[in-house]
């Protein structure tokens, strides 16, 4: 599994801050408000689930955490606060999202060395070699992406959110499309990064899973932040009621 | 700067590997452009030499048309799987998107002109000799500008559900004081075997210069995942 390297140089004023620090955050997308007054706070090294029901906001969140969409109130990352093209906090941020996010005609190979040159990865072909050994692909890591299954695409896409060692992880529903081995891999790595200081937030479906991975618990319910607690906290038919409260 | 020149020659390789790879853009391209080279001379002068003027006329008809079908093409890959939400969460200045894509666009429209106008100067008999530095000039100022404008909109239609011929119909009006100045440039070349002169690539030059400069300000602020 991946060793982890130590966490990128913070400015000094900044060290010790949130990771993630939220305050009245909102989102409104084609004048319709997705994200209302959320206030939220994530430690650095937290592994933090994110459950919610269709169109409750949870991608919604994650963009706009990964600086793609612009919001509404404050936001803080790292204790810097997310203004407008911040290259330095960018480098930091890492998203797994729905869509694959990879270019179909290169292979994985040359996804992963492209990302890794963008961010300035140190021996990115290296790096990418690891990866794909990691997640066990380096047999088809020269094979087009097109050509590579659901599961596979999405390892693929998991690898290149993880090429430049993000300290902040956002990962929008990673297990879809995952096999048994590959889940459990997954979750592995996820606590793996959380144990190594790295800040993971993930959104899923599965409730089980949800209280089984992460340490602390977000429930969103149209756009507003209903529940967060630590995981030991709650229990999943009380999870279940938040979710299908009208 | 060496920063910035090497982010674009990487952006612009995988845009142009990617098309090695698949293939679909400049084939394409190349069998419009010749589609309307070779329809357009034979309804305008068949059975007769087609004269100097019709045949830059109809070469900037090819090459604005194959441009757009680049354009559409190459920021679909983009689109293709959000790889372009990818790339804006890089720590990458989006100037640099633009400018590289603007690279992309330019190679393979060069790509097209190099095989539709042999195919012209063979089917319309037309002289290229009596002013090639002219044309390559001429051609190459002229794309320059429309790439610049092509790239800019094809970042915003792409964006827009309402693709499939918006392109064309946003980039040709922009771009017509352009296209006509280039047309009327080749024309009193070849038709009227006058020089290049100072004027004539000022003109072109300042008309490149500010779809340019418009358009690299501009593509970061409309630029969406």
Sequence with gaps: ?246 | MMRAIRTILLLAGKDLRIEARSRQTLALVIVLGLLIVVVLGLGLAAGQKTSPTAATAILWVAYLFGGVLCFEKTMGVERQDAALGALLLAPVDRGLIYVAKLVTNLVLMLGLAAVVTPAAVVLFDFDLSANPAGFFTVTLMGMVGFAAIGTLFSAVVSSTRLQGGLLAMVVFPLCLPLVVSSTQIMIRLFGEARPLTAHDVGLLGAFDAVYLVSSWLTFEKILEP
Excluded at chain 1, 136 to 151: E, I, K, N, W, Y
Excluded at chain 1, 179 to 207: C, I, K, N, Y
Excluded at chain 1, 211 to 224: E, P
Excluded at chain 1, 228 to 243: K, V, W
């Design chain 1, 1 to 246: 599994m991946v060793s982890e390297p130590a966490l990128q140089d913070c400015p000094s004023q900044t060290c010790g801050a949130p990771a993630v620090r939220a305050a009245s955050l909102g989102v409104v997308l084609d004048e319709r408000p997705v994200l209302r007054e959320l206030n939220l706070e994530i430690a650095p090294g937290e592994l933090v689930a994110l459950l919610g029901a269709n169109g409750a906001g949870k991608s919604t969140l994650l963009r706009a955490l990964s600086m793609l969409i612009a919001h509404e109130g404050r936001l803080e990352l790292f204790g810097q606060e997310v203004t407008k093209d911040q290259p330095d906090l960018r480098r930091r941020i890492g998203l797994i999202a729905h869509q694959s996010m990879l270019y179909r005609d290169l292979s994985p190979r040359e996804n992963l060395v492209f990302f890794g040159r963008l961010y300035g990865v140190d021996n990115p072909a290296g790096r990418a070699d690891r990866l794909l050994g990691e997640i066990g692909l380096a047999d088809r890591g020269d094979d087009p992406v097109r050509t590579l299954s659901r599961g596979m695409t999405q390892r693929v896409s998991i690898a290149r959110a993880l090429m430049h060692e993000p300290d902040l992880l956002l990962a929008d529903e990673p297990f879809e499309g995952l096999d048994a081995p590959s889940t459990h891999s997954l979750q592995e790595w996820l606590a793996r990064l959380a144990g190594a200081g790295r800040t993971v937030l993930f959104s899923t479906h599965d409730v089980g899973q949800g209280l089984a991975l992460g340490r602390r618990m977000l429930v969103l319910r149209r756009g507003s932040l209903v529940v967060d607690q630590p995981t030991s906290a709650l229990d999943g038919e009380r999870i279940l009621q938040e979710l299908t409260t009208p």
